[in-house]
């Protein structure tokens, strides 16, 4: 089937929406290019629950967020919060503002979670329901980090395939979706689409620094500026293995691998120390460690000691993320296929040794 009949179909069958279809909910969130809410249909069609939604009042970038979750739905829906419908509302003040219509997937995103006193244990209740009272160990709580991390991982792959480099990965754009239990990834307002050359010209203002890699673009500054979108569709593919540009989300990743094994770097202030040691140390992992190990605490020697079970298979992986030259990080792809996520692997090479 042509690419142009589906979207045509898509765009013609959809239910689409206006205005006075929604009654405003609780603010959700509000960022400098938008307001969240959760929302509900004025008139819930009898045959379909709905169930609840959520809508971003979203400034000038709001039409790349559309274009963004459109691409996302055809290519990999369950990466991503499920877009039902994105448009123009122009009867307000100042020119109109872009409406964004998602699935509400669920109250907790991975930030919430991870600042929990529970984490990682609130996880595995929400992922598997009731667990059996299993000792709390490292190794269980390796465990459900390394589910999540797949997740993570599988998502960003679905939307590294398509294309799309997200730009603002962190742990409060991440959802998890009570529906499918797994966790999904939110907040297209900085992606590019470099295949199309969509928000090609790097708009490195918009990144959150704390998540952000070392490297200041995310494109080489020796590309030229954004040609015409068939050239740029042409040309990408051959950027995209120049530049590596999905290798920045990648690190941001990594970074909340980090946040994950060790609890003191996962409030803002931790997480800025941490980025400030790390850059001390030239952004080698294995270098900071050495200066800060000798005289650790309990918590920080706890983390080390999950990341190094297994041969220090999650050490390994954590390492080949956070890496300052891009073309040194593992892609999405490859770190999914990391002997941390492979127990079959994991214990033929415990016989080995
Ligand atoms: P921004 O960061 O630009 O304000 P986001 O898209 O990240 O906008 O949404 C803000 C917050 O709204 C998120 O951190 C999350 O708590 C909530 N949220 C967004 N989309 C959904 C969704 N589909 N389901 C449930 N909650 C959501
Ligand atoms: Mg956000």
């Not at 220090?312 to 300052?324: A, C, D, F, P």
Request: a positive charge.
């Amino acid at each position: 089937f042509d690419m142009f009949v589906l979207a045509f179909l898509d765009r013609f069958f959809r239910t689409t929406y206006k205005k006075d279809d929604f009654i405003l909910g609780k603010k959700l969130g509000e960022g400098a290019f938008g307001v969240v809410y959760r929302v509900s249909l004025a008139k819930k069609p009898s045959s379909k629950k709905e169930g609840d939604l959520v809508l971003k009042k979203a400034t000038e970038y709001g039409a790349v967020e559309i274009w963004m979750n459109e691409r996302v739905r055809r290519a990999c829906a369950n990466c991503c919060a499920y877009f039902l419908y994105g448009f123009l509302e122009s009867s307000s003040k100042k020119g109109g503002e872009y409406w964004l219509i998602w699935q509400y997937e669920g109250e907790s995103t991975l930030s919430d979670l991870i600042l929990s006193k529970e984490f990682p244990y609130n996880v595995e209740t929400m992922i598997l329901g009731e667990v059996q009272d299993l000792p709390k160990g490292i190794e269980r709580e390796n465990r459900i980090i390394q589910t999540v991390m797949r997740q993570l991982l599988f998502a960003l792959d679905g939307l590294h395939s398509t294309g799309i480099v997200h730009r603002d990965i962190k742990p409060q754009n991440v959802i998890f979706s009570e529906g499918s239990r797994t966790f999904k990834i939110i907040d297209l307002g900085a992606a590019a689409d470099l295949r199309v050359g969509i928000n090609y010209i790097p708009k490195e203002f918009l990144l959150d620094p704390r998540y952000a890699a070392p490297e200041q673009y995310i494109m080489s500054t020796q590309t030229p500026s954004a040609p015409s979108a068939p050239v740029a569709a042409a040309l990408s593919p051959v950027l995209w293995q120049l530049n590596l540009p999905d290798r920045f989300d990648i690190y941001s990743t990594g970074l909340i691998f980090l946040q994950m094994a060790f609890p003191g770097f996962r409030t803002d202030n931790g997480l800025i120390q941490f980025n400030r040691q790390l850059k001390r140390c030239d952004y080698d992992l294995n270098a900071w460690r050495k200066t800060v190990e000798p005289r650790a605490g309990v918590e920080l020697r706890r983390g080390f000691e999950l990341l190094d079970l297994d041969g220090g298979i999650g050490w390994e992986l954590l390492t080949s993320m956070v890496r300052y030259k891009a073309r040194q990080r593992v892609s999405a792809k490859a770190a999914l296929a990391h002997p941390y996520f492979d127990r079959e692997a994991l214990l033929a090479l415990s016989f080995m040794q």
